[in-house]
């Protein structure tokens, strides 16, 4: 069998010019083997109706056996000048023929170094995009998070909305002020709690020492 892997006539035919060949010598194999056992068959008959035949169906079977080497031996020979001629001839494109689906490469040749150079290039670009895609995510991220502070201030100002609407109501006046004289009166609240804690803590001490 040839060695040439006739990759251009693969993508041609869809499959290697080597695999039909050996299809073909195969089939051809096979009907050369059921050819000797007719062959066998018949002569066993033969022999069977004629009276006092000492030829025994061992003998007829070694004389099968050597008969099918010796054709087989002329069949590979001839297959052998077969095959090259059909390599040659029948499954071979010649080198000035161009498939339709290379034409393109034919209009817009290119050298090693610039197909390199595309493939640095379409890398760079995978690359890039990869980073913007993950940029992308990030903003997206980024405005999820936005969203849920908005809605929560929103909860804030309607809260406070509300805390006002309640001090109108009971004639507080504003909420502002409201809530700037109340911030007031916790602090002072927090300092005299403050000075009893500390107080009660030297009382605690001069009992002590009682």
């Not at 990869?130 to 100002?157: G, S």
């Amino acid at each position: 069998m040839s060695v040439d892997p006739m990759a251009y006539e693969t993508q041609f035919f869809g499959f290697t010019p080597q695999t039909c060949m050996l299809r073909v010598y195969i089939a051809f194999q096979d009907y050369l083997f059921e050819m000797m056992l007719v062959v066998e068959g018949v002569m066993l008959k033969k022999l069977d109706g004629i009276p006092g035949c000492k030829i025994s169906p061992s003998q007829i079977r070694k004389c099968t056996e050597r008969f099918l080497l010796f054709m087989k031996e002329h069949f590979d020979k001839l297959f052998a000048k077969m095959e090259e001629v059909l390599l040659q001839l029948v499954l071979n494109i010649p080198k000035n023929v161009l498939l339709p689906e290379d034409r393109v490469q034919e209009q817009y040749p290119y050298s090693k170094e610039e197909f390199q150079a595309l493939q640095d290039e379409l890398q760079q670009l995978q690359q890039q995009y990869r980073a913007e895609a993950a940029a992308e995510q990030a903003l997206r991220a980024e405005l999820e998070e936005q969203e849920a502070v908005k809605a929560e201030l929103e909860k804030i100002l309607q809260c406070f909305d509300g805390l006002e609407n309640i001090c109108r109501e009971h004639g507080a006046g504003n909420f502002k002020e409201s809530f700037a004289l109340l911030t007031q009166s916790s602090k002072k609240l927090q300092d005299v709690l403050k000075d009893v804690e500390e107080k009660s803590k030297k009382m605690k001490q001069h009992d002590q020492l009682m």
